[in-house]
């Protein structure tokens, strides 16, 4: 089973920062990657897919890159809406990482 | 516009069995993959399984010898069955259609199970 790591798991910023969370898996999984942004009380929503493809109607100020074990997920310039949690997601045998929340 | 529910019972009873049912709207089930994702209360995403359209299932390996979930394209839905629940299944679970390429790109809104005597 491929696990997932993703780091930090808590993370406080201000609107305007630049954010970085990292998402490590436990053996190589290409680009097989996307990350997800949650609500509290609401489903996920993809935000990127195949490790660095955004996905339709997704702000441009989010971006993800890496392959194979590394993989980053980067918001330019943090706003209110961005807060919750975010989950990387490998669709090899599907696991997700255990999140990383978020606090503005 | 891609839409998917979840409806079941919001409350089991250890050792029974857990169903809900996903009704999809606006795609044909007969493509794509059909998932179903639980989270726990205060914890992260846990993949369940899927269908693919040609009916082949794969299941997470820690929940497989439990779990079934099958598809009716008359009724464009997708189930899930999950057999002698206990408390550590209490959770919001999730449909969603995944791909492939993108993974899950549409969910439904979530349906909390309890599971309580």
């Known amino acids: 089973d491929i696990q997932m790591t993703q780091s930090p798991s808590t993370l406080s910023a201000s609107v305007g920062d630049r954010v970085t969370i990292t998402c490590q898996a436990s053996q190589s999984v290409s680009v097989w990657l996307a990350w997800y942004h949650q609500k509290p009380g609401k489903a996920p929503k993809l935000l990127i897919y195949?490790?660095?493809t955004l996905e339709s109607g997704v702000p441009v100020r989010f971006s993800g890159s890496g392959s194979g074990t590394e993989f980053t997920l980067t918001i330019s310039s943090l706003q209110p809406d961005d807060f919750g949690t975010y989950y990387c997601q490998q669709y090899n045998s599907y696991t997700f990482g255990q999140g990383t929340k978020l606090e503005i | 516009q891609v839409q998917l529910q979840e409806s079941g019972p919001g409350l089991v009873k250890p050792s029974e069995t857990l169903s809900l049912t996903c009704n999809v709207s606006g795609v044909s089930i007969s493509r794509y993959y059909w998932t179903w994702i639980r989270q726990a209360p205060g914890k992260g995403l846990e993949f369940i399984g899927y269908?693919?359209?040609?009916?082949?299932?794969t299941y997470d390996p820690s929940l497989e010898s439990r779990v079934t979930i099958s598809a009716d394209t008359s009724k464009s839905q997708f189930s899930l069955r999950l057999t002698s629940v206990t408390s550590v299944d209490t959770a919001i679970y999730y449909c969603?259609?995944?791909?492939?390429?993108?993974?899950?790109?549409?969910w439904g809104q979530g349906t909390v199970v309890s599971v309580s005597s």
């Open positions: 969603g259609r995944m791909t492939n390429s993108k993974g899950v790109d549409f």
């Open positions: 269908i693919a359209s040609t009916g082949r299932t």
């Open positions: 195949q490790a660095s």
